[in-house]
């Protein structure tokens, strides 16, 4: 099977690893942090060791950073509750100097009016085969082709079905992370059930997904239709229908 070529790397979940990864908390409570110069190199280390050892097919990359989430399309979607309004822990001291690196010596995108996990998704749908999803978040898993957890060090590629079951699989529990407000006490368990007890089809699964929404008192769904403009990422750069908004349109939702 031929491998990817290009590395996608989400450059905001490096910020925040690298940086916590950065730091140890004193008894005093107080944060002592590397130095800059380690971090720098930290950071490095990482790109280099993920593109030479882990991705050694891939000759080429591209990085994205969020840059503003004030103009995050997503803010004005959320009524239900303040997208990532949860988000209250603070960012590891090197933060900042992270960003700055990545933007600047290795020359990610900075993203504006979406997330970086959006841009990852258009580059992979326009790119296919060419091209792997470099991240750990659960997110990205809705997005078809190549993707490599490294964490795990684990490659998988997933179809656009599966892709889709796992979009569903996040439209029954909700995202905490994100401040997104699933079904009442549906996990992951319960939500991976009922999404393997429907007929293996993008349009059943939307259907018992908006039916379980519905159980639950959203009968006009509008609780259901804002969740589905929340978690799914964008595919295309011309920001017309995407997928999602043509199924509930078509399926009279």
């Not at 700055?100 to 997330?115: A, K, N, V």
Request: aromatic share 10%.
């Amino acid at each position: 099977m031929e491998q990817p070529s290009i590395a996608l790397i989400d450059g905001d979940l490096i910020a925040y690893r690298a940086g916590f990864g950065g730091q140890k908390k004193l008894p005093d409570g107080t944060i002592e942090p590397v130095p800059d110069a380690v971090m720098k190199s930290r950071v490095d280390s990482f790109i280099v060791d993920l593109l030479m050892f882990d991705l050694p097919d891939c000759t080429d990359y591209e990085g994205y950073l969020s840059l503003d989430s004030e103009s995050n399309f997503r803010n004005a979607i959320a009524v239900t509750a303040p997208y990532k309004g949860n988000r209250k822990a603070a960012k590891p001291h090197h933060y900042d100097l992270i960003r700055d690196r990545l933007l600047t010596y290795w020359e990610f995108h900075g993203i504006i009016g979406q997330e970086a996990d959006d841009s990852l998704a258009q580059e992979q749908t326009e790119k296919r085969d060419k091209t792997v999803i470099v991240s750990i978040d659960k997110d990205m898993l809705q997005v078809p082709g190549w993707h490599y957890n490294f964490v795990n060090r684990t490659m998988q590629k997933l179809t656009f079905f599966e892709g889709f079951r796992n979009f569903c699989v996040q439209m029954l529990m909700g995202d905490k992370v994100d401040n997104i407000i699933g079904l009442h006490r549906v996990g992951i368990k319960t939500a991976q059930k009922i999404v393997n007890d429907t007929s293996p089809w993008e349009a059943a699964l939307l259907e018992t997904v908006a039916l379980e929404y519905k159980k639950h008192g959203d009968t006009e769904l509008k609780h259901f239709k804002e969740n589905a403009k929340l978690l799914w990422l964008r595919r295309r750069k011309d920001y017309g229908e995407e997928y999602i908004d043509y199924l509930i349109k078509e399926l009279g939702l």
